[in-house]
């Protein structure tokens, strides 16, 4: 299984082989800089996707897929004619990151120190068997031990191309490597992966987190909207 990740801050100028339809997308931002973190996410993924297909970056054509919308502004990064190749970005202040693999699908998110710091976190976010975990971490370690968890979720959820259709509570995300699910399946009869493979990077003030699922997880779910 090929993998490869990339990180860099946002920037305002983009290489000139950028596809145009990825600068329409991102010129439809309110703001200078979240146009800046879209653009830099798009930059990112034709590389990781390139590197991953054997292409120039400026010859991927990427496709956004909704389960619920199909193509469109939003869903699930994917290369056009190769459906092997699974893609996810993300971008947080000063760090966009994109990752891909061959053969797995795969989920990234980023998110600043301290921004789980707030009341009732843990009662909206945490599995049960979490917050027993969460009791026992040192309470100058906790606040890094809930953005890491929190990072785990969001990739989790990407790459099962659910979004948070799902209920964070519902599965407690374990460092061995497995996963426990309560309720009920994020779709009828669809597959709940047991078992994920993870890489946390730290870059400061950040937390990064990327995840891999076993081959033929990943449900069809309800649109997430436009998360990132």
């Known amino acids: 299984m090929g993998v490869h990740v990339l990180v860099r801050p946002p920037v305002p100028d983009v290489p000139d082989w950028l596809p145009v339809g990825e600068v329409h997308r991102a010129d439809r931002s309110h703001r200078d800089v979240d146009r800046s973190r879209r653009l830099t996410a798009a930059v990112l993924l034709h590389e990781v ?19 619920a919308c199909g193509p469109g502004d939003h869903g699930r990064p994917t290369v056009l004619g190769d459906r092997t190749v699974h893609l996810s970005s993300t971008h947080s202040g000063q760090v966009v990151a994109a990752l891909g693999a061959v053969g797995a699908r795969v989920g990234v998110d980023a998110e600043p120190l301290g921004r789980t710091e707030f009341p009732g976190f843990d009662d909206i976010a945490l599995h049960p068997a979490e917050r027993r975990r969460l009791a026992g971490v040192d309470v100058q370690e906790r606040s890094w031990w809930r953005t890491r968890q929190w990072t785990r979720k969001e990739a989790l959820f990407k790459a099962l191309g659910t979004g948070l259709t799902l209920d964070p509570r519902g599965v407690d995300v374990r460092d061995d490597g497995t996963l426990a699910w ?3 399946a994020p779709v009828t009869g669809a597959p709940r992966p047991r078992r994920w493979q993870e890489v946390t990077l730290d870059s400061g003030d950040h937390v990064i ?15 997430s909207g436009h998360r990132r």
């Open 209 to 223: 987190t990327c995840v891999a699922l076993p081959r033929g997880s990943g449900p069809s779910t309800p649109c």
């Open 49 to 67: 996707a390139g590197r991953l297909c054997g292409l120039h970056p400026g010859d991927v054509r990427l496709v956004r897929v909704c389960p």
């Open 182 to 184: 309560v309720g009920r």
